[in-house]
């Protein structure tokens, strides 16, 4: 692609940003109505029953997922209610919204299926190393981790699917295409998470994407979790050595981790493979 295609893509992609036309993705149905069921104090367990076993797919999910390493209990989950049951409400929310974004990268159009399936798999990754620190940082949710770890990068999707215009030497030409999600998928993944009318954590998950140096306050939050887990997907590729150590993330010093060191942060990753690659299968 040359330098001039690249920067009349780049100004139309910008365009379409701030005049607010650029095409943004529809929570699925089914996550829209777990999250309302579940936020609902007049509504249990059995309502969200009903609501999930409309789809084969994510009831097998929760099954499994109730039925796997990271929650079995001892007698195995047989039927849903009693894998909800043991899973818990807000739980189910984040595994069930989780799982339901797959249905997202789904490509419309085959000349970006591979995009998408490589973008849905660095998120599931992201996904699986925020749960993993979240475990070991007191009072934050794995599962609420994991699903935040997964939207990060929701802004990317659009813009690979506009991609899809294109000619094929776009498609091919991944320096540029880097380039574009480096640039746009912060900025739309905020848009698609106040559309979509998430938390404000999660927002500021969206909105947090790579500023390595964020520092809004003394007190550590869900953005620095996922901060942390990013900057260690970046471990062994070339990009890591254009980005800060570890320990000179403002999110590293304020997680109470106890008396993490980078190289420990290493080996909590090495300790947590099974769990790690339980949680991209699931969602893979």
Same mark, same amino acid.
Request: charged share 25%; aromatic share 6%; with cysteine.
């Given at each position: 692609?040359?330098?001039?295609?690249? %920067?009349?893509?780049?100004?139309?992609?910008?365009?379409?940003?701030?005049?607010?036309?650029?095409?943004?993705?529809?929570?699925?149905?089914?996550?829209?109505?777990?999250?309302?069921?579940?936020?609902?104090?007049?509504?249990? =367990?059995?309502?969200?029953? &009903?609501?999930?076993?409309?789809?084969?797919?994510?009831?097998? *999910? +929760?099954?499994?997922? /109730?039925?796997?390493?990271?929650?079995?209990?001892?007698?195995?989950?047989?039927?849903?209610?009693?894998?909800?049951? #043991?899973?818990?409400?807000?739980?189910?929310?984040?595994?069930?919204?989780?799982?339901?974004? &797959?249905?997202?990268?789904?490509?419309?159009?085959?000349?970006?299926?591979?995009?998408?399936? @490589?973008?849905?798999?660095?998120?599931?990754?992201?996904?699986? !190393?925020?749960?993993?620190? %979240?475990?070991?940082?007191?009072?934050?949710?794995?599962?609420? /981790?994991?699903? %935040?770890?997964?939207?990060?990068?929701?802004?990317?999707?659009?813009?690979?699917?506009?991609?899809?215009? *294109?000619?094929?030497?776009? +498609?091919?030409?991944?320096?540029?295409?880097? !380039?574009?999600?480096?640039?746009?998928?912060? $900025?739309?993944?905020?848009?698609?998470?106040?559309?979509?009318?998430?938390? @404000?954590?999660?927002?500021?998950?969206?909105?947090?994407?790579?500023?390595?140096? #964020?520092?809004?306050?003394?007190?550590?939050?869900?953005?620095?979790?996922?901060?942390?887990? #990013?900057?260690?997907? *970046?471990?062994?590729?070339?990009?890591?050595? @254009?980005? $800060?150590?570890?320990?000179?993330? $403002?999110?590293?010093?304020?997680?109470?981790?106890?008396?993490?060191?980078?190289?420990?942060?290493?080996?909590? =990753?090495?300790?947590?493979?099974?769990? =790690? #690659?339980?949680?991209?299968?699931?969602? =893979?």
């Amino acid at each position: 692609m040359t330098h001039r295609a690249e %920067a009349e893509i780049i100004s139309h992609i910008q365009k379409e940003i701030t005049e607010g036309t650029l095409q943004l993705p529809v929570l699925p149905d089914i996550a829209f109505k777990v999250r309302e069921t579940s936020s609902d104090e007049n509504q249990g =367990i059995a309502e969200l029953v &009903k609501i999930i076993q409309s789809d084969t797919s994510m009831t097998a *999910y +929760l099954l499994r997922v /109730a039925n796997s390493v990271l929650y079995r209990g001892v007698v195995p989950s047989t039927e849903l209610l009693q894998a909800l049951n #043991r899973l818990g409400l807000k739980t189910t929310r984040n595994l069930a919204i989780s799982y339901s974004l &797959k249905a997202l990268f789904r490509p419309r159009s085959p000349a970006v299926k591979d995009l998408l399936q @490589k973008q849905w798999n660095k998120s599931t990754y992201l996904a699986a !190393l925020s749960s993993v620190f %979240a475990k070991t940082c007191p009072g934050y949710n794995p599962d609420r /981790a994991m699903l %935040a770890g997964l939207l990060q990068d929701i802004g990317a999707l659009p813009i690979i699917e506009k991609l899809a215009g *294109y000619p094929k030497d776009v +498609l091919e030409d991944s320096r540029s295409i880097n !380039l574009m999600l480096h640039r746009f998928t912060r $900025p739309v993944g905020v848009a698609i998470m106040k559309k979509w009318k998430f938390d @404000k954590d999660l927002v500021e998950v969206a909105r947090s994407r790579e500023d390595w140096m #964020r520092d809004p306050g003394p007190k550590a939050d869900l953005a620095d979790i996922v901060l942390l887990a #990013r900057l260690h997907c *970046y471990v062994g590729t070339k990009r890591m050595q @254009k980005l $800060p150590r570890i320990n000179q993330l $403002p999110a590293f010093h304020k997680l109470t981790l106890g008396d993490l060191t980078p190289e420990m942060s290493l080996s909590i =990753i090495q300790e947590a493979r099974e769990d =790690i #690659r339980e949680i991209q299968k699931s969602l =893979i």
